[in-house]
């Protein structure tokens, strides 16, 4: 799980040591494990909210680990042309290499570590594949997207697109090195990631090595969702026992607490973790498909917009894909 890693991670800049005496650590209020199952062409996810309320997860609506899958010559795979409104799609790749393509001119290739923050915002069209090399060669295929809602007020707003590369992400550590923390979007302890948000957020991966921990301070007014990647380990103060599929929701407090267990597969020889963490909107959310808006009626124009050819129209000059499977 290589995402992006250091040489030597001691140089980095190290988190404040908390004051135990003084840190309301967050406790656990649920531990889910995602049920598995497909997408797009055929590549297999796991469903990381599964089983979680909505009110829990705000600002986020959903999150797919897509593989880790090591894939034969002619099986990589991607998804159809398909549409969205009304949110963001956050595509992370942590080994392999995905293709994007929007019908409003957003795009390109995203690798090891690279981030690509899509804003759907009034509506597109996209489409995401493995390139034609992949799809000769095979390869392994791990990353992660999360569906970020948008306030009320930016629903409508034109679509961006956002190339983050791995290298532009903030790295820092713990105070023993035991750690390596990627930050993608916000801010953890003072440390801002590159990516641009419209309502408060902070998202990122964590690598904690065999038998660290790692005390996370964490803005009280965010939620907190830890889903884990990889690995083994515990969290919570209480040190309830994770691995790879499961999410931990974490109820109030100022700090996140988590370790990795001393021995370890061979396979994930770390705990991996992706840490999110948002001001929740409260507003009400109307769900469907590849459309999240506030009201039923918002929802019906959007498939009634897409129809009409009001979400864009597919380039000339576009992605090869399989035709009549099912979007993201």
Known sequence: MPAVTVDDILVLPRLDRLDETSTAFR????????????EGEGFPVRRAFAGVPMHELDPFIHLDQMGEVDYAPGEPKGTAWHPHRGFETVTYIIDGIFDHQD???????????????????????????PPEHLVVSGGLFHGLQ????LPRVAKMNPPRYQDIRGRESALLTTPDGGALIRVIAGAV???????????????????????????????????????????????????RPVHTGQLAVHGPGDALRFSADARQD??????????????????????????VMNTRDELLQAFEDYQAGRLGVIPAERLPHTDGQQPV
């Open 27 to 38: 406790p656990v209020r649920r531990l889910v494990t995602a049920p598995s199952g497909f």
């Open 103 to 129: 019908s409003n001119g957003g795009g390109g290739t995203i690798t090891n570590g690279d981030t690509q923050w899509m804003t759907a915002g009034s509506g597109l069209l996209h489409i995401e594949a």
């Open 146 to 149: 999360l569906w970020v809602n």
């Open 189 to 239: 302890d003072g440390h801002q990631g590159p990516g641009s948000t419209h309502t408060p957020i902070t998202i990122a991966h964590v690598t904690v090595q065999p038998g660290a921990r790692v005390d996370l301070p964490w803005r009280p007014d965010f939620n907190a969702l830890v889903y884990v990647l990889g690995g083994r380990g515990t969290v919570g103060t209480d040190r």
């Open 266 to 291: 061979p396979h994930t020889p770390a705990l991996d973790l992706y840490i999110m963490g948002g001001q929740p909107i409260r507003e009400p959310v109307a769900h469907y498909g590849p459309f």
